[in-house]
């Protein structure tokens, strides 16, 4: 018998990736990225006021792309024996649509304005708006809709982006009919099913960012949202009541689709859902493993058995809800606003000198000065890396907070802004860097402790992603924090990898994501473990920084 073989599509922030791989040892037989070229020129976005927002057509094209570029590395007998297709996306990262699900941005009325674009996962412009949400939940005399989501809303979430954008602007809001993420599209638009009221919804999506769960019937119920504001009347009809884990297919490939790709309608599609949850399964997660999806930002899953975690509710993380990881299992999620991205923002920082200073030199010749440029900016963190390498934990006052995108967990707040605390003529830029790394650290161990608070065991910790895989530094010193074995994931495509294991599932090659995970894993590279002298100093300087935390938190209030 054939070997049998699935596609993954992973949609990250910045690009797509397509890989096809062997369901039965789970080898990547081809793979094709996409950069989005409307979000590489930076449109329709403003970091100034954290606007984030990506055009439709960027993921379409995106769409056909790679999965072209991938299906052009394999043979004939591998195309003819795909089985089936999963897709992973950022979320939450929703978007406006008319009755026929297509989006408003693909009409030429619409098709400069942000408002009518996919409202990116990193989006903060809804801050006005979650606070609305949490202060409206716990006072309205009904039902709070929070609880399942640790009892803050976050700006980055579904609600408070259509609500931000229905108020922001009239002519979206006149000509949305629903609202759709990034993980429910691109499967239904696969599937040629693209009706807001019968397309399959992401379990994963919908228990963690729209405050879905079976205790309320579905979503919030009207009259909650009509008070919270009279332009949420209504909409809930228009959305779902119910929704879809990973292993269940949305459909089968389209004729359109199939045409475009060159694979067969019997393609098996599934239901969609999140990187990082995905990310998890790719990873081998296991109960009571945390997973770390380590890269610009974490997020940070574990999953416990449903029958034994009962009706506990977590205070403060980003959601609990049954089968959004693994069917069968509860999946936690937690994560950090900022992770990677605060590396590179203080690169950005120190490389200002070269980038306004030394470009200009005309005594330079233009090609030793962009080569200047391009040499110092490759090495600037391999190099802080090295020689922050060498200072003892101990040996620098500097004490940092990793809130520099605001706080995602525990308690999200995106009003938050970091700091850097006890500065000296001696601290240099080492030092400084040293002190973020272990900010970044103690903001993972934050969320392991609140984890282990509120009764969730840890016995593990699996990371995945750019950071697990590119900065030993960076490793040990979150070992040493979380005084835990870190183990790193061997494939470097760790989110597509499980969203394959889903489309294996979805394509009926695999009985459930366990088994699929068993025949299709890739195992550990390494293991990271903490060094006991470290671990208790760095319990001393976690107090510091929950001190700087508390003084800058209030502060700001």
Sequence with gaps: MANKYVIGIDYGTDSV?????????????????FEYPRWKKGLFCDPSVNRFRQHPLDYVEGLEQSVKGALALVSEDIIKNISGISVDTTGSTPIAVDRNGTPLSLKPQFSSNPDAMFVLWKDHTAVREAAEINEFSTGWGGTDFTKYEGG?????????????VLRSSKEVRENAFSWVEHCDWIPALLTGNTDPLLLKRSRCAAGHKAMWHPDFNGLPDND???????????LRERLYSETFTCDVPAGNLSEEWAKK???????IVGAGAFDAHLGAVGGEVRPHHLVKVMGTSTCDMITVPAEEFGKTLVAGICGQVDGSIVPGMVGLEAGQSAFGDIYAWFSKLLMWPANEIILKMSWLGEETRNR?????????ISELSRQAESISPDESSVIALDWMNGRRTPDANQELQGAIAGLSLGSDAPRIFRALVEATAFGSRMINDRFASEGVRIDGVIAIGGVAKKNPFVMQIVADVLNMTIKVAASDQTCALGTSMAAAVVAG????????????????????????????????LFEKYKKLGNLIEKGLK
Excluded: C
């Design 17 to 33: 990736r397509s890989v096809i791989v062997n369901a039965a040892n789970g080898r990547i037989e081809g793979s094709f990225v």
């Design 152 to 164: 803050i809303y976050s700006s980055e979430w579904f609600w408070a982006k259509i609500l931000h």
């Design 224 to 234: 909650f949202l009509e008070k919270l504001d009279p332009l949420l009347s209504g």
């Design 261 to 267: 790709l060159g694979l067969s309608t019997d393609v």
């Design 372 to 380: 200047i440029i391009e040499e110092t900016s490759g090495q600037i």
């Design 509 to 540: 090659i695999h009985a459930d994501i366990p088994a699929a995970q068993a025949a299709m894993g890739g195992g550990f590279e390494k293991e990271y473990h903490p060094n006991p002298v470290r671990a208790q100093k760095y319990n001393d």
